[in-house]
């Protein structure tokens, strides 16, 4: 009896907070309709600004649908034109002087003009843009507006990479006059506008007016972020959701095998799920060691159990999709365990311990416990450590390069020039791979494919890493729905084609 | 909180064997029998990877295998260990740290009480879950700074209990008597108290035991609990949890698994306070 | 009774204090660089050193303490690396869903457990009462992501009745949030009720031996009515301790409910803000979490001190 009042204000507390705190909840589950759509995503947007914050989930949602850059990827990967109709290069590969569509604005009215292009492109040069990849903006010496709609960009040499970059998020085309709230606010020249980001549920894009180009057919695109695959399988099962974008648990691919209810469409990434090791120090550095690493390892069989056996054999840093992809390369290092044991015996490292240092991803885990598994037949003795993601693994081996072996996927595109970087986590400083590389941007459009090839292949050789495979995009549509993009090649998922048949 | 009231099974028949306590013990047992087999014994190694992936039960894998084509009887084998690994960790730390601190709570003089109460308030009101998480983060994924955490979140239940316990105890006659012949407070409480509410403590420890468990499949399902490779019942249901619909046999195993364990600690709990608990009506 | 008031009060300020300080230093001890997770791979030095002096977690320890808590008092919570928006909105906003999951959850639970606790004391030595009782104790035992799990795969998958996930606020479509709310609640329900079966059958035993509770039924009375006359407010005292500690701790372990259902409550903003290193949030939270809990403490032994008249004297 005595604790009586103390019920009483505990449950007055509780229901005096419920009264007080339920003012504004929100929330968006909109059945879709002729002219809305909603797809299932898996990694949600921290903010909507991506000049300060990194990660794939805000240009996925907000490039080509709300932001748009002077040219885009297409679905095949291929450069087309967007907000420059064509462009022309000056013959010592260095001037790039951009031809602007007529008549383009910004969301809130504002016109789109030579001299926008101007100032996004000095913007992301600036102090303004923190995050790393605006280092590809570096090799601009300066931006000429010829007039409204020309503007040239001189290189401070010439590089073949920097037109493909000018797809991806550091090409994206701001309002200088509207980006202050980058973070909250997103204002483009492309046919949606953000009309609801509500963290941890979804973000809804709504078509806006006076759009200078083909208005798209869908009037509202909402993205439904899931951290959970059984609720994102669930939601596409019970109708709430129109289409998962890049399923995450692939073997659960055989609940939409009913072809009257479900399209799966199976593309390409430019994610490689790669098995670093520490070239730098440790027994890595002996490229022995890392050939038997790749001898040991039956890749085919990671592929079966971490994949569906949807994922695919690469042998190098280079997923099929880009022009220098060589598939000779794939069969370098065969499953034997013999030449494994006996290039070990070589080295003399027979019964080494191997820091494994893994991020605590699901997909992560399931191939670091088969390669230790692998490594583990063939006589080393593996520690598996696995690190909070993202935190303590970027500060621990991605930066503090402590590590023997790693495993992540590298989901950015033409990631083959991180191995010229010896300050990266890699630790592979060779000289030669560097200058391949170097040529291969300075080159023409055909030299750039055959040194990247030699390059790939040089990576090959000195078996830098094992590429475990490229990781495929999966995703299940419903069959009325067409348009959704199969590949995720470039950093957008382009929703402007979506419609209803 | 599942550890501040003790539910029982069965309040009169104090002297005969509780059924719970028999049931309990069996399980527990059998626990504990599945766990040291596994040292010297197991049909395959539970942590080598095949390409026989998700095979059904037959006599060479009785129990099938997983997505990475391990044996599945053999990790449930071997989880036996981790289950009662993330036990004995919790459990202990709750107990180390909560027994000495309600304890000195109820002996101490009284400003030392006071403060010690006033921490067990302030550490009851920091979500298990959040320290579980912090020490992952800061002491790396491991079961040991997972069931820490745990621990040292349940430890508020076990010091309010001894304080409970030795507040009482130290109002008996005998312990009095024991003033009388001026001996120091310490000395009564470990020479008096303990004794007296050790069976409450172990009651206490089985409840807490099955939250363990419980807590550590939860933290698996969040990329907290158990790293790889130690296969972990847990674990086993957070990695099979993504194809539950396809193959539902894989998390069917580690969860009746859970369950079996659970039940059997808290029957095991329910039993040893039907039986034991000399102060049943008041002890609060 | 002045002075014990100003001292409970007093205890309630300098524990609020000690907590604040063990919020924010728990949080400074967790390794790991906000900026760098801001930046991501391959961040320059230079770029990662001015995010964190804009983050100021370049200063010293307890200057970046004092600044955090003073701007506390004017209930100015910071603003999420992350995000960018003020912390103090963002968990307002999620607070508002919270709520709904914790109290209609509980609420579940006490429907649930109450009459499973009280049949299964009254049927103690009948079989059905350990059917009951067997019921909860596997109950208690099931991970509550399985159950919410199965509820999807039953109700939104096979029969369609309602959506598998998803939150709308009650005040904007009143139909969808009960349509989405129903099963995320029924699983918190399941889980928590099952657990507080236990302690209502337990509470519930304790009274049947009354004297009480044999003076009724010696007068004829059947034993659930006997029960429901005179013992049921006297069992009800424990079992509602147990409901407020329930409650208490339901605000964070509803968050693999949440990610189970897609709804976006306090529970996923906090592991998210953990993940993302985004410190001021998870201070917020957590204070936030802390000072309730401390404070529903407090006020409870106000109510005890003017109304329990041995107390009054004790002071």
């Given at each position: 009896m ?6 009483t204000?505990?449950?007055?507390i ?5 009264v007080a705190?339920?003012g504004c909840?929100?929330?968006?589950a909109?059945?879709s309709?002729?002219t809305?759509?909603?797809i299932g995503?898996t990694?949600e947007?921290?903010?909507?600004d991506f000049?300060?914050t990194d990660?794939?989930?805000?240009p996925?949602?907000l490039?080509?649908?709300v ?6 990827l ?14 022309e290069v ?8 951009f031809t602007l569509a ?6 809130n009215g504002?016109k789109?003009?030579?001299?926008t292009v101007k100032?996004n492109i000095e913007n992301?040069?600036?102090d303004?843009?923190?995050i ?5 903006m570096d ?7 010829v007039?409204?709609t ?12 920097w037109l493909?970059r000018m797809t ?11 980006s202050?709230?980058?973070a909250?606010t ?5 046919p949606?506008?953000?009309?609801e980001?509500n963290s941890g549920?979804s973000l809804?894009?709504e078509?806006r007016?006076?759009y200078?180009?083909t208005?798209?057919?869908l009037?509202?695109v ?6 959970d ?6 939601a596409?099962?019970s109708?709430?959701?129109?289409a ?10 055989s609940?939409?095998?009913d072809?009257s209810?479900?399209?799966i ?8 799920v790669v098995?670093s ?7 890595f550095k ?7 690493v790749?001898?040991?390892i ?8 971490s994949?569906?056996?949807?994922g695919k054999?690469?042998?190098s840093?280079?997923p099929p999709?880009?022009p220098?992809?060589d598939s000779s ?9 013999d030449?494994?044991?006996e290039l070990i015996?070589e080295?003399?490292v027979e019964g080494?311990?191997i820091r494994?240092r893994?991020p605590?991803?699901a997909n992560v ?7 230790q598994?692998y490594?583990?037949a063939?006589g080393f ?6 690190l909070?993601?993202p935190a303590?693994?970027?500060d621990k081996?991605?930066?503090?390069h402590?590590y ?5 996927n590298?989901v950015e595109?033409?990631?083959i020039?991180?191995?010229?970087d010896p300050?990266y986590?890699w630790?592979y400083?060779n000289?030669e791979?560097q200058?391949?590389v170097?040529k291969?941007?300075?080159?023409t459009?055909d030299?750039q ?9 040089l990576?090959s050789?000195d078996?830098?890493?094992?590429w475990?495979y ?10 009325s729905?067409t348009g959704l993009p199969a590949n ?6 382009n ?5 209803w048949? | 909180?599942?550890?501040l009231?003790?539910?029982r099974?069965s ?6 064997i509780?059924?719970?306590l028999?049931?309990g ?6 626990v504990?029998i599945a766990?040291?087999v596994?040292f010297?014994w197991?049909?395959?190694d ?6 026989d ?7 060479e894998h009785f129990?099938?295998?997983d ?10 084998l071997?989880?036996?260990?981790t289950?009662l690994y993330?036990g ?5 730390f709750?107990?180390?740290i909560g027994?000495p601190l309600?304890i ?5 003089p009284r400003?030392l009480?006071e403060l010690?109460?006033?921490f067990i308030?302030l550490?009851?009101a920091?979500?298990?879950l959040?320290l ?6 800061a002491?790396g994924?491991s ?5 820490m955490?745990?621990g ?5 239940a076990?010091a309010?209990l001894?304080r409970?316990g ?6 008996t006659e005998y312990?009095?008597?024991a003033?009388?012949a001026?001996?120091?407070e310490?000395?009564i409480a470990v020479r008096?108290?303990l ?6 403590l172990?009651?206490q420890?089985?409840?807490c035991?099955?939250v ?6 939860g933290?698996s399902f969040?990329?907290?609990g158990?790293p ?7 674990r086993m249901?957070?990695e099979?949890?993504?194809i539950?619909?396809?193959?539902p046999?894989?998390v069917?195993?580690?969860?009746v698994c859970?369950?079996?364990a659970?039940l059997?600690?808290?029957l095991?709990?329910?039993g040893?306070?039907?039986r034991?608990d000399?102060?049943m009506?008041d002890?609060? | 009774?002045?002075m014990?008031?100003a ?7 300098a524990?609020?204090i000690v907590?604040?300080?063990a ?7 967790l390794?790991g660089?906000?900026a760098?997770?801001a930046l991501?791979?391959n961040a320059?030095?230079?770029a ?8 100021g977690v370049d200063?010293?320890l307890p200057v970046?303490?004092?600044e955090?808590i003073g701007?506390i008092?004017r209930?100015?919570?910071?603003t999420?690396?992350?995000?960018g928006r ?5 968990i307002?906003k999620r ?8 109290v209609?959850g509980?609420?579940?639970?006490i429907v649930i457990?109450?009459p ?5 004391a009254?049927?103690?030595r009948?079989a059905s009462?350990t ?9 208690v ?6 159950t919410?799990?199965l509820l999807?795969?039953?109700?939104a998958?096979?029969?369609g ?6 939150w709308t606020?009650p ?6 949030f ?13 889980v928590q009720g099952?657990l507080?079966?236990r302690?209502?059958?337990?509470a519930?035993l304790d009274?049947?031996?009354e004297?009480?509770i044999?003076?009724?039924r010696?007068?004829?009375l059947?034993p659930?009515r ?5 013992g049921?407010?006297?069992a ?5 301790t147990v409901i ?5 701790t339901l605000?964070v372990?509803?968050i693999v409910?949440?990610r ?10 906090l592991?998210d803000?953990v993940a993302n290193?985004d410190?001021l949030?998870?201070?917020?939270i957590?204070l936030l ?11 409870i032994?106000l109510l005890?001190?003017a109304i329990?008249p041995?107390?009054r004297?004790?002071?």
């Amino acid at each position: 009896m005595r604790i009586t009042p103390r019920i009483t204000a505990a449950l007055a507390i509780v229901v005096v907070s419920a009264v007080a705190l339920t003012g504004c909840a929100s929330g968006s589950a909109a059945k879709s309709t002729a002219t809305t759509a909603t797809i299932g995503l898996t990694a949600e947007p921290a903010n909507l600004d991506f000049t300060t914050t990194d990660g794939a989930a805000i240009p996925q949602a907000l490039l080509d649908n709300v932001y748009e850059g002077l040219v885009t990827l297409n679905n095949d990967g291929e450069i087309e034109p967007l907000l420059a109709t064509s462009w022309e290069v000056s013959s010592d590969n260095k001037d790039y002087t951009f031809t602007l569509a007529d008549g383009v604005t910004f969301s809130n009215g504002d016109k789109f003009t030579a001299e926008t292009v101007k100032w996004n492109i000095e913007n992301v040069k600036s102090d303004k843009w923190t995050i790393s990849l605006k280092s590809y903006m570096d090799v601009v010496d300066s931006v000429e507006v010829v007039d409204d709609t020309h503007v040239t960009v001189k290189l401070s040499k010439p590089s073949n990479d920097w037109l493909f970059r000018m797809t991806t998020r550091i090409g994206a085309m701001f309002d200088p006059d509207a980006s202050t709230d980058l973070a909250n606010t997103a204002v483009g020249t492309g046919p949606y506008t953000v009309a609801e980001f509500n963290s941890g549920d979804s973000l809804v894009l709504e078509q806006r007016d006076g759009y200078w180009g083909t208005k798209p057919a869908l009037e509202k695109v909402t993205f439904k972020y899931f951290s959970d695959p059984n609720a994102e399988n669930s939601a596409l099962q019970s109708g709430s959701i129109d289409a998962i974008s890049g399923l995450s648990s692939l073997d659960s691919m055989s609940l939409f095998s009913d072809t009257s209810k479900y399209t799966i469409q199976d593309g390409s990434t430019n994610a490689e799920v790669v098995l670093s090791m520490n070239n730098a120090s440790g027994i890595f550095k002996d490229v022995r060691v890392r050939q038997a690493v790749n001898y040991a390892i039956d890749r085919q069989a990671i592929i079966t159990n971490s994949t569906a056996d949807t994922g695919k054999l690469i042998g190098s840093m280079v997923p099929p999709t880009d022009p220098w992809f060589d598939s000779s390369l794939v069969d370098a290092y065969p499953y034997d365990v013999d030449k494994a044991k006996e290039l070990i015996s070589e080295a003399g490292v027979e019964g080494a311990t191997i820091r494994f240092r893994i991020p605590n991803l699901a997909n992560v885990s399931a191939a670091a416990q088969q390669v230790q598994s692998y490594l583990t037949a063939v006589g080393f003795k593996v520690e598996l450590d696995t690190l909070e993601f993202p935190a303590q693994w970027l500060d621990k081996v991605f930066t503090g390069h402590d590590y023997d072996m790693s495993i992540i996927n590298h989901v950015e595109a033409r990631d083959i020039a991180t191995y010229a970087d010896p300050t990266y986590y890699w630790g592979y400083d060779n000289a030669e791979f560097q200058s391949l590389v170097a040529k291969a941007d300075a080159g023409t459009a055909d030299e750039q494919v055959s040194y990247l090839k030699d390059a790939a292949a040089l990576l090959s050789k000195d078996a830098v890493s094992d590429w475990l495979y490229l990781e495929s995009y999966v995703s299940v549509v419903k069959p009325s729905l067409t348009g959704l993009p199969a590949n995720q090649l470039g950093e957008s998922l382009n929703v402007t084609d979506l419609a209803w048949s | 909180m599942t550890v501040l009231m003790k539910p029982r099974m069965s309040t009169r028949h104090r002297r005969s064997i509780p059924a719970s306590l028999i049931a309990g013990a069996v399980i527990v047992g059998l626990v504990i029998i599945a766990a040291l087999v596994s040292f010297i014994w197991t049909p395959f190694d539970p942590t080598i990877t095949t390409t026989d992936r998700l095979l059904s039960p037959s006599g060479e894998h009785f129990l099938g295998t997983d997505a990475l084509g391990r044996d599945v009887f053999s990790q449930l084998l071997v989880g036996a260990r981790t289950t009662l690994y993330v036990g004995i960790i919790s459990v202990g730390f709750a107990a180390i740290i909560g027994v000495p601190l309600g304890i000195l709570s109820a002996a101490g003089p009284r400003w030392l009480g006071e403060l010690i109460m006033r921490f067990i308030d302030l550490l009851l009101a920091f979500p298990a879950l959040l320290l579980a998480i912090i020490f992952g983060a800061a002491f790396g994924t491991s079961t040991f700074s997972a069931m820490m955490a745990i621990g040292i979140a349940t430890a508020p239940a076990f010091a309010r209990l001894a304080r409970s316990g030795a507040l009482q105890v130290l109002s008996t006659e005998y312990v009095l008597a024991a003033r009388i012949a001026r001996r120091g407070e310490l000395d009564i409480a470990v020479r008096h108290v303990l004794p007296n509410i050790l069976g409450m403590l172990i009651v206490q420890a089985s409840v807490c035991y099955g939250v363990a468990v419980l807590a550590e499949s939860g933290l698996s399902f969040l990329g907290f609990g158990t790293p790889p490779p130690t296969p972990t019942w847990g674990r086993m249901l957070q990695e099979a949890q993504a194809i539950m619909f396809t193959n539902p046999m894989l998390v069917v195993w580690p969860a009746v698994c859970i369950v079996v364990a659970v039940l059997g600690f808290n029957l095991l709990g329910d039993g040893l306070r039907d039986r034991f608990d000399p102060k049943m009506e008041d002890n609060r | 009774m002045l002075m014990r008031f100003a001292r409970r009060t007093g205890i309630l300020i300098a524990t609020l204090i000690v907590g604040s300080m063990a919020v924010f230093l728990l949080l400074r001890v967790l390794p790991g660089d906000p900026a760098q997770v801001a930046l991501g791979v391959n961040a320059t030095p230079e770029a990662l050193a001015q995010l964190r002096h804009e983050f100021g977690v370049d200063r010293p320890l307890p200057v970046q303490y004092l600044e955090w808590i003073g701007g506390i008092f004017r209930g100015d919570f910071g603003t999420s690396y992350v995000t960018g928006r003020v912390v103090a909105a963002e968990i307002s906003k999620r607070v508002s869903v919270s709520v709904w999951l914790v109290v209609l959850g509980q609420l579940a639970a006490i429907v649930i457990a109450i009459p499973l606790g009280v049949l299964a004391a009254l049927r103690q030595r009948k079989a059905s009462g350990t059917v009951f009782a067997g019921i909860s104790q596997i109950g208690v035992a099931v991970p509550s992501f399985i159950t919410g799990l199965l509820l999807i795969n039953i109700f939104a998958v096979r029969l369609g009745l309602v959506p598998s996930g998803g939150w709308t606020a009650p005040t904007e479509d009143f139909g969808l949030f009960v349509e989405q709310a129903i099963l995320p609640v029924l699983t918190i329900g399941l889980v928590q009720g099952a657990l507080l079966s236990r302690y209502v059958r337990s509470a519930a035993l304790d009274v049947l031996r009354e004297d009480y509770i044999r003076t009724a039924r010696s007068k004829g009375l059947m034993p659930l009515r006997a029960f429901l006359r005179h013992g049921s407010r006297n069992a009800a005292v424990p079992v509602i301790t147990v409901i407020g500690l329930q409650v208490a701790t339901l605000i964070v372990d509803t968050i693999v409910v949440e990610r189970v259902f897609v709804i976006p409550g306090l529970g996923s903003l906090l592991f998210d803000g953990v993940a993302n290193r985004d410190l001021l949030l998870v201070q917020g939270i957590v204070l936030l979490i802390v000072a309730t809990i401390l404070v529903m403490n407090y006020i409870i032994d106000l109510l005890y001190l003017a109304i329990d008249p041995r107390m009054r004297r004790s002071a």
